[in-house]
């Protein structure tokens, strides 16, 4: 089914999905986006333009995760449960449904920064920090596999100056695989 009428303001957002309207009421949306492909809407708010709340929805306007990076809370429905997990410094967050993990890039002030990943049931199932001389930018997916892109010294870089590389990542490990250029 697609999604017609979609549209978003400063405190809500709204669509039509199978015949039915869908409302949902958020506090300084800054931007909203329908990802058809992914099959969820994703909202970001934040007082002044920050961007340090973030909602994941389904089309029918069920919240599957959201994020606060100021106070480090992930949270997310599993079996009828909300389940939440803490992250210092967290910095996003993304639902990986076809892997039943939760990942979350989180930094530690000094300019590391590591992946972690938590089952559905909120149990931790890996973390790992970023390869030597890259750090964790977002996350990302490239044919539908979870990736991370990170960004490579100056001394990572191509023949071209191009240093941004996609990371697949074992989902069982957590162990990081350059695979391609981001862009």
Same mark, same amino acid.
């Given at each position: 089914?697609?999604?017609?009428?979609?549209?978003?303001? /400063?405190?809500?957002?709204?669509?039509?999905?199978?015949? =039915? *309207? #869908?409302?949902? $009421?958020?506090?300084?949306?800054?931007? $909203?986006?329908?990802?058809? *492909? *992914?099959?969820?809407?994703?909202?970001?708010?934040?007082?002044?333009?920050?961007?340090?709340?973030?909602?994941?929805?389904?089309?029918?306007? =069920?919240?599957?995760?959201?994020?606060?990076?100021?106070?480090g809370s992930i949270?997310?429905?599993?079996?009828?449960?909300?389940?939440? #997990?803490?992250?210092?410094?967290?910095?996003?967050?993304?639902?990986?449904?076809?892997?039943?993990?939760?990942? $979350?890039?989180?930094?530690?002030?000094?300019?590391?920064? =590591?992946?972690?990943?938590?089952?559905?049931?909120?149990? /931790?199932?890996?973390?790992? $920090?970023?390869?030597?001389?890259?750090k964790l930018s977002?996350?990302?997916s490239v044919d539908?596999?979870?990736?991370? #892109?990170? *960004?490579?010294?100056?001394?990572?870089?191509?023949?071209?100056?191009?240093?941004?590389?996609?990371?697949?990542?074992?989902?069982?490990?957590?162990?990081?695989?350059?695979?391609?250029?981001?862009?």
């Open positions: 089914m697609e999604i017609i009428d979609f549209s978003w303001d /400063l405190e809500s957002a709204g669509w039509t999905y199978e015949g =039915k *309207e #869908v409302h949902v $009421a958020l506090s300084n949306i800054n931007f $909203a986006n329908l990802d058809a *492909e *992914e099959n969820y809407i994703y909202i970001v708010c934040g007082e002044n333009f920050s961007e340090n709340n973030i909602h994941y929805l389904t089309f029918d306007g =069920k919240e599957i995760l959201a994020y606060d990076k100021t106070s949270t997310w429905e599993y079996d009828g449960n909300i389940i939440e #997990v803490q992250c210092e410094h967290l910095e996003n967050a993304r639902l990986y449904t076809m892997e039943s993990l939760i990942m $979350a890039i989180a930094a530690d002030g000094q300019g590391n920064t =590591k992946l972690i990943g938590w089952r559905l049931d909120g149990t /931790l199932a890996f973390e790992t $920090a970023a390869p030597p001389e890259y977002y996350l990302s539908k596999k979870p990736t991370v #892109v990170c *960004e490579g010294s100056p001394a990572q870089s191509d023949k071209y100056g191009r240093n941004t590389w996609h990371f697949s990542i074992d989902t069982a490990t957590g162990e990081l695989i350059k695979s391609e250029l981001a862009h």
